[in-house]
Each structure stands twice: as C-alpha cells, then as structure tokens.
C-alpha cells in the first residue's frame, strides 16, 4: 500500500476547504477563480494535465515536443486571465490545484461532501486521494454522442471531438483524407482545423437543414456574435473548398481488405426524418472519419448523490438546477455541460452565477456583488435560449435506425449487434437501455455505456423519452489498492497533514 502524499506548505493550507470543484473547463475554472477572489479556499479537481477542460485542450504543460495549437482556439484571453487568477490564488495555498486526478465518486456527509479521487499524474503508481468540503460543485462537461452505422467499428472512424482532442492536444493529425459527418456546428470548428493542418476534408455531411434556423429567429438576433462566427466558418471553409452537404449523412464505411481501416465512406441524401433517399448514395474515398450527433451531459456523479433531472430538450438529461445554478441537493451546485450543452460562454456564466450561490450560501466575506450576478444571469439565460434553438435545428434523426443492418455492431465493447437489441425490443421485455444491458450486456463493457447507451435507447424507448445514463456508484476505473488506499490511509486536501 502507498504512502499518502503530502499537501501543503502554505499557512493557509490550515484552513479547511470551502468548495471542491470537480472539473477544470470554462465552468469550472470561472467557478474557483470567482470562489477565490469571494475568500473561500478551494480545491479545482480534473482528470487532464493541464486547466482547461475539451474547450481549452492544450498539450501538457511539460511536454517539450508538442506542435503550437494557440491558433485552434477561441477566447484565449478569458483563458490566460483565468490561470493568471488561479495561479495567483494557488501561490498562496489558497488554490489546491489537482491536475491527473479521476474522481470516482462522491458521498454526501453530516458536514458537506467527500470527495474520492485517484492521483495519476506518475504512472503506474495510483495514489488515493480524499476531498472534504461543506459545498461541490459539479462542471464534468460532456462526451460525444454516436449513432451506429455499418463499419463505425472500424480503424480510423472516430468522433468528432476525438478528432479535435488529438490536434489540440498536441496538434496531431489523425488522418490525411476526411470525411465528417453528423449534426450541429461544432463539426465546423472541427472541419476547419483540419484543413488547417494539412489534412484533405472530403465533405462535411449535416444531417438537418439550414432552413431550420429560421423558425427561430429570436435566439439568433440575440447572439450576434454566433453569426460573426459561423460566417468565419463559412469562409474558411470556402478557402478551403470544403463542399458542406446538407441534408446527407454518413451511412456506413468499408475497410481496405488489408489491414482494415477505413478506405471508403457511404452518405446518402436524407429525407425530412433521416431516411435515406434511394438512389443517392455517393462512394467517398477516405482513410480517416469524424462522427458527432452532439453531446451526453456527464452525470456520473450526480446521479448517485441523488441529484434530479431535467430534460434538456436535445433527446438527452441534465442536472436540474435553479437561478443560482443550486441542484436538488443542498450544498450541491452543477455548471456548464452538466446543466445541458449550450457553449464555452454558456459554461463560463453558469461557473461564475454558481461560484456566487456558493459564497452566498456559506455567507463568505467579500462576496461579489448583485450587479455582476444579474448581468451573468442575462447572459445565461440568453446562451440557454440559443442552445434550445440550436437542439431544435439540429435534432438526431428518427429514421437513423433505417441505416442499421441486423449484423451491425451497437455495443462495440461486448459486440452487441442491431439484430440482438431489435429481438428484445420486439419480444417485449425491453423498453429501456438499461433492460437491454441486462438481456444483451449492451452497456456492460469498458466505456459502461458511454457509447453505446444513447443509440439503444433510441432503438427501444418511446422517441419523446429522453435518455438517462445508467448510475454508477464508481464513475472511472480504479484499481483495488487505490480503493483501499482511500479507506485505510487516504491524502486528506483538507489540511496540510494526511490522514
């Protein structure tokens, strides 16, 4: 068993935590450095290696040979000015910054919550790490969500936000000739910066209309600075003659026959709910695929600690939150993607309204006043309204199960095909992703779900039902003597001695 390290060497590392952030995206990071400057100590958790979540993915600090990846970026100064404060902050121990920390549950407790995580910053060494605090909040963001299709399985098909990963982590190209495909603007961002790297961009394929935006013209006119920035991308993707196909998606992929990545992408032209139209499909040459149908809030957390839910209107759940970004659950706050996918700006807001319940709630000295809250919550509510439209113009398709053959794989970790889950939908036990799991094990491999969970939903449950992750009392992988590490002699953060 570990020793536990030590945390420390500031006076006031003596002073007990007043807020655990779990997550270090924009909601994250705007919630500590608005915690911070209230007078709370704070300790800012994430599994990255460095601040600044899917948004402001940079290489590691103290990797020498990554690729500059400043010009992937937007809002770099709202990120600089961030780590400038909690840097600051962190100096005077005030900040417990934990960088390659997974946290795998949270517990409610008589004075607050506790906070179980696992320090992976020297692999292979894993060390436990517990977190004290009378207030959590929750800023996890959000992963991709897949819709099958014949050959998703293959080398080379990826997400989109997998595709954006590898370059601004380390400007890493993940293929030569590709071919996008999916729903929503975030596969332009990802277009565009592939092209920006060198790589051929073949087509991008959105499955909806651009006529869609306008039955809602309201969120638009109140977001002048989403236009600005979609003309961006139309431009950029006119210098680099990137035909955008609308209407089309990706409806399967071949491999090469030798080492089996994929060598030829399928799209069809859709109809009004996502069927293919006959005769429209086109063959595309293509080594490498980014697929996106928007994202997942990620609840693992929240779910166990008994936090409600609400729809968040684009087929998914989120954390049901008030004004001040309070959950269900006294003394727990949720922000950004956690609360339903609406943006960086969004996510910065609702860190910055949260951090202020919270030094509200604990009656915190200096608490910022009410002017700067009101005008973050006119801006939320103003983001909040756009990421409504936006679920509204760009919906999953309801015939995308047309796509599917029996033998297509749904459940790549335990190899589930579309066949197995049609014959326990059809036999009539089957109404949810959860029954399936337990009548297929669809769900039951590495990613618990992640992947395969929204899309057999969609294949079982009524279409207005939507999709809720299956709780998990351990949210990450972790091994055994991690777990008991955490018991026998966990790393208390919440002063200078461990425990």
Not at 9 to 36: K, N, Q, R, S
Not at 84 to 92: D, Y
Not at 137 to 146: E, F, I, K, M, P
Not at 421 to 428: C, E, K, L, M
């Amino acid at each position: 068993m570990t020793e536990p390290r030590e945390l420390g060497g500031h006076a006031a590392m003596h002073e007990p935590l007043g807020l655990v952030v779990v997550g270090a995206g924009p909601a994250g990071m705007a919630a500590a450095a608005t915690a911070l400057d209230g007078g709370l100590r704070v300790a800012l958790v994430d599994a990255g290696s460095a601040p600044g979540g899917q948004f402001w993915r940079h290489p590691p600090d103290d990797a020498r040979d990554a690729l500059p990846t400043e010009d992937l970026h937007h809002d770099l100064r709202t990120y600089r000015a961030l780590r400038t404060t909690l840097a600051a902050h962190e100096r005077t121990g005030r900040l417990i910054l934990l960088l390659d920390h997974h946290v795998w549950t949270a517990a409610r407790a008589a004075d607050g919550f506790t906070v179980h995580a696992v320090d992976r910053g020297r692999p292979p060494e894993e060390r436990a790490v517990v977190l004290r605090a009378p207030a959590l909040l929750v800023a996890t963001g959000a992963y991709d969500r897949q819709l099958p299709f014949p050959g998703w399985d293959l080398p080379g098909v990826l997400t989109a936000g997998g595709l954006q990963s590898l370059l601004k982590g380390g400007g890493a190209v993940a293929g030569r000739r590709v071919v996008l495909g999916g729903t929503g603007p975030f596969l332009l961002p990802v277009a565009t910066a592939l092209a920006a790297r060198g790589a051929e961009v073949v087509a991008v394929c959105e499955a909806a209309a651009p006529s869609a935006w306008l039955r809602h013209p309201a969120p638009l006119l109140r977001n002048p600075a989403k236009w600005a920035e979609a003309a961006g991308y139309a431009g950029t993707l006119a210098r680099y003659r990137i035909p955008l196909r609308t209407r089309t998606g990706i409806v399967g992929a071949e491999g090469d026959g030798r080492d089996g990545r994929v060598a030829v992408v399928r799209t069809a032209s859709l109809d009004a709910d996502g069927a293919p139209l006959p005769g429209t499909e086109r063959r595309i040459e293509a080594d490498t695929v980014g697929v996106g149908w928007g994202f997942v809030p990620q609840l693992d957390l929240l779910l166990p600690l008994g936090c409600g839910l609400a729809d968040a209107g684009d087929g998914t759940t989120a954390a049901a939150v008030d004004a001040g970004q309070r959950t269900t659950v006294p003394g727990l706050y949720a922000a950004g993607e956690t609360c339903g996918v609406g943006g960086a700006a969004l996510a910065l807001s609702e860190g910055r309204v949260a951090a202020v319940s919270v030094l509200t709630d604990l009656s915190a000295p200096g608490r910022p006043g009410v002017r700067p809250l009101a005008a973050e919550r006119r801006s939320v509510a103003r983001h909040r309204a756009f990421a409504r439209a936006m679920a509204q113009a760009h919906p999953l398709p309801s015939a995308w199960p047309a796509w599917l053959t029996d033998d297509t794989t749904v459940c790549r970790c335990e190899e589930v095909t579309a066949g197995a889950v049609h014959a326990v939908r059809d036999g009539g036990p089957a109404t949810d992703h959860r029954q399936v799991k337990q009548l297929t094990r669809a769900g039951m491999g590495w990613c618990q779900g992640r992947m395969c969970g929204p899309a057999v939903h969609c294949l079982v449950a009524a279409r207005t039902e939507p999709y809720t992750p299956a709780e998990r009392l351990i949210a990450t992988p972790v091994t055994l003597g991690a777990l008991a590490d955490s018991v026998d002699s966990p790393t208390d953060a919440t002063s200078s001695e461990p425990t």
